[in-house]
Nanobody, 124 residues
Framework: QVQLVESGGGLVQAGGSLRLSCASS????????MGWFRQAPGKEREFVSA????????YYAASVKGRFTISRDNAKNTVYLQMNILKPEDTAVYYC?????????????????WGQGTQVTVSS
């Protein structure tokens, strides 16, 4: 069983930056892919980014590509999401998740463990 805890959310003005962190415990962190999703009020949970278990491959939703960067530190059992040039439409609860996929998963169903989420609010 994997436990995931997100942190780093908050309130930021449009154009600003935040870095989310997700600490993992309970299993060998380096053996599984990690992803970030977000969910805005009244909307479905949507894929943001994912990183392969090796850390050598990443994938981004078109809406965040070029602004967000996912990374992982297997020694610290932590995955990060650096978010730059934030926009009001980035406002959502952000969740990290883990997957047993050997490639890069992008669907909610591909992930087996989820954190509780951290709120990101971008003001205009």
């Amino acid at each position: 069983q994997v436990q995931l805890v997100e942190s780093g959310g908050g309130l930021v003005q449009a154009g600003g930056s935040l870095r989310l962190s997700c600490a993992s415990s309970g299993r060998t962190f380096s053996s599984y892919a990690m992803g970030w999703f977000r969910q805005a009020p009244g909307k479905e949970r949507e894929f943001v980014s994912a990183i392969k278990w090796t850390g050598t491959s990443t994938y981004y939703a078109a809406s965040v590509k070029g602004r967000f960067t996912i990374s992982r530190d297997n020694a610290k059992n932590t995955v990060y999401l650096q978010m730059n040039i934030l926009k009001p439409e980035d406002t959502a609860v952000y969740y990290c998740a883990s997957s047993n996929w050997l490639t890069i998963p992008t669907e909610v169903a591909d992930f087996s463990s989820w954190g509780q989420g951290t709120q990101v609010t971008v003001s205009s």
